[in-house]
C-alpha cells in the first residue's frame, strides 16, 4: 500500500503550543509517593525527590505539570499539604480508597517543577466538596505577595516569592457520577462561574480551564459544554477534554486491535465537537472572548481492568498502593504516537494538553520502590514527538492513504500524519501505520528548497505485545529506519512504515 503526503510551508495551523505536551501528577497510586517522591531511595535528594525520575522526566520533553488531580482533587483539602510536614494530616482520600498522607503538598510540587527545569504547575481547585472560598484561599496563598493572612502563611512556610500559578482547573470532571460531589451542567456551571469571577478579582491574569466531558461518549456529551460554557464563557480560557482509550475485548476473546489502533478518529472528532460548540457560543453571546480546548487528560488506559481496581473495605485505606499501573505494548504506545499527531493536527483548537499522567499510574516512566526506574513503549514517541515539534509551526497535512474496516469507526485512514516545520527551517514528519497487515510506501513530498538530509525513526516490533518491564528494561526502543531517501531533485521523501508502527521523519 502506499501514502502520500504534501506538506507546503505556506499552509500553517498553528504555532506549537509547548503546553501541549504537558503531563499530570495526581495523588493517586504511586504517581507521588515512590514515584516522583521517595525519601531514603539511593537516588533521593534532600527533598525526597528521585533524581532518577527527574532525569527520565526531562528527558521525556514535559512542560506543564497538572496537580494534584484528578478525582483525588474533589475531596483534598490543599492547607493539609503545606507547613510541617510532622503536623501534616492523614486523610482518607475517597477517590482511590487509600490514605493520604500528605507528605507531599503544593510547596513540594512547586519545588520539584524547579529542580526538574522549571515547569509550569497547572493547580486545579476542590470544587467536589469545596467551593468558592476554598479557591479562593488557595490562590491567596499562591499568588499574592505578602501582607495577608494567607500570603503571610506561604512565606512562612518557607516560600517568599509567591508561586505565580497561572492556569487553575475549576475542579475536575464534575460531569462524572463517579466524581466527589459530582453536579449536573447547571449547578457546576454556576459554582464554575462565581469560582471564576472571584479568582479573577484575586488575580485578573490567571487562565481558567472549566471542565468540559469526562469522554466523548459521556451521555450529558454536549449539552454539558453548552450549558457551562453559557454560564462561564467570557471567565473562562479553556474548556477541558478528556479521553481514554483501550482495546475493546470481543466476544471470542480477542481484543479489537483495528478499532483501537484508530483511537484518533475518535479524538479528532472530539475535539471538532467542542470547537463547533464553543463556536455557536461565541456567536450566541456575541463574544468577541476566544476559548480553546485543554486536552488535559489523554492516554490509553485499561480501564476497569486489573491493576485499575481500587481497595475496598472500611478497615482498608493503603498507602501509596499499586494502582492503575498499566503496562503497555508497541501497539499502545503507536497508538499513543497517533493521538499526539491527532493533538497537533488541531493545534490551532487545543492550547493544552496533559499526558495522564507520569510517573507508574498509567505512565510513560515506572518506577521500583528502592529499586530502578525505566521507560515504557510510551515514552518513546512522546519524547521525540515533544523534542521536534516545540517551538514549531504545524502545517496543514494534505495526506492520502489506504484505508481499512474497523467496528467502531467505520472505514478508516490507514496512515495519520502531520508535518512540523521548526524554527530552523527543518521539517519533520509524524506518521502512525495503524494497518495491521501491510506496509505503507510513505511519499512526503517536501516545500520547493528543502535539501539536506533526512533521518527517520521508527517505533514497530513484530509483536506488537512487547512491552518493557522491570527485567527487560530496554525490549522495545525506537530504532533507525534505514528504509528513508531523500531525492534532492524532487524533494521527496520515501519511508517505508512497517504495520502497526510509530514514526520520526525529520
Ligand atoms: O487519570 C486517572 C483518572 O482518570 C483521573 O483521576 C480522573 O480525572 C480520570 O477519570
Keep these: 500500500e502506499s501514502a502520500r503526503l504534501v506538506v507546503d ?3 500553517e495551523i498553528a504555532p506549537v503550543n509547548n503546553r501541549l505536551f504537558g503531563s499530570f501528577v495526581e495523588h493517586l497510586g504511586r504517581c507521588v509517593y515512590s514515584g516522583i517522591y521517595e525519601p531514603g531511595h539511593p537516588e533521593a535528594d534532600d527533598e525526597g525527590f528521585r533524581k532518577d525520575v527527574i532525569d527520565l522526566v526531562r528527558e521525556l520533553g514535559v512542560t506543564t505539570i497538572r496537580y494534584p488531580g484528578g478525582n483525588f482533587v474533589s475531596g483534598y483539602r490543599w492547607e493539609d499539604g503545606v507547613g510541617p510536614k510532622t503536623a501534616r494530616p492523614r486523610r482518607l ?21 524547579q529542580a526538574v527545569g522549571g515547569n509550569e504547575l497547572m493547580e486545579a481547585v476542590n470544587l467536589g466538596t469545596r467551593g468558592l472560598e476554598n479557591a479562593l484561599d488557595l490562590l491567596e496563598y499562591a499568588n499574592v505577595p505578602n501582607g495577608t493572612e494567607l500570603s503571610e502563611r506561604r512565606r512562612a512556610n518557607g516560600a517568599d516569592n509567591p508561586f505565580g500559578i497561572k492556569m487553575w482547573c475549576l475542579g475536575n470532571e464534575m460531569d462524572g457520577p ?17 469560582v471564576a469571577a472571584g479568582m ?6 490567571v487562565e481558567l480551564v472549566v471542565c468540559g466531558s469526562s469522554h466523548h461518549d459521556m451521555d450529558t456529551f454536549g449539552k454539558w459544554e453548552e450549558t457551562v460554557l453559557e454560564k462561564t464563557y467570557e471567565n473562562v480560557d479553556f474548556i477541558s477534554c478528556h479521553a481514554y482509550y483501550h482495546p475493546e475485548s470481543q466476544p471470542d476473546g480477542t481484543r479489537d486491535m483495528a478499532s483501537f489502533l484508530a483511537s484518533g478518529v475518535d479524538m479528532d472528532s472530539f475535539i471538532k465537537d467542542v470547537a463547533a460548540i464553543i463556536d455557536a457560543t461565541k456567536a450566541r453571546l456575541k463574544s468577541d472572548h476566544d476559548v480553546f480546548i485543554s486536552f488535559d487528560e489523554w492516554n490509553v488506559w485499561y480501564i476497569n481492568e486489573e491493576p485499575s481496581k ?7 485505606w493503603p498507602e501509596a498502593p499499586k494502582l492503575l499501573e498499566d ?9 499513543l504516537g497517533d493521538l499526539l ?16 499522567q507520569l510517573v507508574n499510574v ?8 528502592g529499586g530502578p526506574a525505566w521507560k515504557q513503549t510510551t515514552f518513546y514517541p512522546f519524547a521525540l514527538t515533544a523534542h521536534y515539534a516545540k517551538g514549531g509551526m504545524v502545517l496543514e497535512p494534505k495526506l492520502s492513504s489506504g484505508t481499512y474496516e474497523t467496528a467502531k469507526y467505520g472505514t478508516v485512514p490507514s496512515v495519520n500524519s502531520v508535518a512540523v516545520r521548526g524554527s530552523d527551517g527543518s521539517i519533520t514528519v509524524f506518521a502512525t501505520n495503524r494497518s495491521m497487515d501491510v506496509a505503507s510506501d510513505f511519499e512526503i513530498k517536501l516545500p520547493e528548497g528543502c535539501g539536506g538530509v533526512a533521518k527517520a525513526q521508527t517505533l514497530h516490533e513484530s509483536d506488537m505485545f512487547a512491552a518493557n518491564t522491570r527485567n527487560e528494561q530496554n525490549r522495545v526502543v525506537l530504532h533507525n529506519n534505514e528504509s528513508v531517501t531523500l531525492d534532492s531533485m524532487s524533494n521527496t521523501v520515501h519511508v517505508t512504515l512497517p504495520p502497526v508502527s510509530w514514526t520520526a521523519v525529520h
Design 310 to 316: 481500587s481497595p475496598e473495605g472500611i478497615g482498608n
Design 362 to 369: 498509567i505512565a510513560p516512566i515506572m518506577t521500583e520502590p
Design 341 to 356: 499527531i491527532t493533538l497537533l493536527k488541531n493545534a490551532d483548537r487545543v492550547h493544552a494538553a496533559s499526558l495522564a
Design 178 to 194: 463517579w466524581q466527589t460531589g459530582h453536579k449536573n451542567a447547571e449547578d457546576y456551571g454556576t459554582l464554575a462561574a462565581s
Design 327 to 335: 503496562v503497555y505494548s508497541v501497539a499502545d504506545a503507536v497508538v
Design 9 to 11: 510551508n505556506d499552509f
Design 200 to 205: 479573577r478579582m484575586i488575580d485578573p491574569d
Design 93 to 113: 482520600d475517597l477517590a482511590w480508597h487509600s490514605t493520604e498522607t500528605n507528605q507531599f503538598g503544593l510547596h513540594e510540587m512547586v519545588e520539584w517543577l
